[in-house]
């Protein structure tokens, strides 16, 4: 009997919203044919007495494609095209990496990188 928890995972990392990406870690290593899901929910950041609201950037990635992730890793985000991967976007992962409940997705924070970088 197939798993439930990664049945549903497939749906959500195959289905509309995610994306094709490759991650190259700090110590070099290339991971190809992995699966994200960006998110950009803005959060309540109290200063002082004051209170703002800040863009919170996460991305979702399965343990089983990425068992490890660190502050500074990369992640090119792209197509599949012609059974080829073509990257359109660097993310420089940050923070610390947070699993969820059930073990089998690791959610992290990223930044865009710039051009000029």
Known sequence: MPDPFASALDAIFHGP?????????????????????RSKADRDA????????????TVDIR?????ELNDGDRLLVGAIVDDAFVPAEELIL?????????????TMGYEAVELSR
């Open 46 to 57: 109290r200063f002082g007495d004051g209170q703002m609201i800040a863009a919170n950037c």
């Open 94 to 106: 940050t923070g610390e990496p947070m699993s969820d409940i059930e073990g089998m997705t690791w």
């Open 17 to 37: 919203g995610s994306e094709a990406a490759e991650i190259i870690t700090i110590y070099g290593q290339h991971i190809a044919d992995v699966r994200i899901v």
């Open 63 to 67: 343990r089983s494609q990425a068992p």
